[in-house]
């Protein structure tokens, strides 16, 4: 089976720490690298050309929304998931006109993600 090459891109260094173990026990994902802004999520998407970014909504400097956009206009840019605090219709509706291609309340994270990422992945069929 091949691995989903991801990136985890939040602000909150805690978090990142926390969704790197936690996806280190999801067979799909590697995790091929952290950021920390929105300009890291751009540069190492282009750098790193992961499968998939897993990135923070609200971030200082560039936000996840404006970096999605960035990254979306990236020659075969990776899928890409908004993990935020921030859960109601209008932040979804404006991550999904970023162009992100899921969304996950930071609280449902670790009963989320898997699923998510499993959807992602080329071969995998889902109950």
């Given at each position: 089976?091949?691995?989903?090459?991801?990136?985890?891109?939040?602000d909150?260094?805690g978090?990142?720490?926390?969704?790197?173990?936690l996806?280190?026990?999801?067979?799909?994902?590697?995790?091929i690298?952290?950021?920390?802004?929105?300009?890291?999520a751009?540069?190492?998407?282009?750098e790193?050309r992961?499968?998939?970014i897993?990135?923070d909504?609200?971030?200082p400097?560039?936000?996840?929304l404006q970096?999605?956009r960035l990254?979306?206009?990236?020659?075969?840019?990776?899928?890409?998931i908004?993990?935020?605090?921030?859960?109601d219709?209008?932040h979804?509706?404006?991550?999904?006109?970023?162009?992100?291609?899921g969304?996950?309340?930071?609280?449902?994270?670790?009963h989320?993600i898997?699923?998510?990422?499993?959807?992602?992945?080329?071969?995998?069929?889902?109950?």
């Amino acid at each position: 089976m091949d691995k989903l090459r991801t990136l985890l891109i939040d602000d909150n260094k805690g978090f990142v720490v926390l969704a790197k173990h936690l996806l280190a026990s999801v067979a799909e994902v590697d995790v091929i690298g952290c950021g920390y802004d929105g300009f890291d999520a751009v540069r190492m998407a282009e750098e790193l050309r992961p499968d998939l970014i897993i990135i923070d909504l609200a971030m200082p400097g560039m936000g996840g929304l404006q970096a999605t956009r960035l990254i979306k206009a990236q020659d075969s840019p990776p899928r890409v998931i908004i993990a935020s605090h921030y859960d109601d219709a209008s932040h979804r509706e404006h991550a999904a006109g970023a162009g992100a291609d899921g969304f996950v309340n930071k609280q449902e994270f670790e009963h989320r993600i898997p699923e998510l990422v499993r959807g992602f992945v080329p071969g995998v069929t889902h109950a």
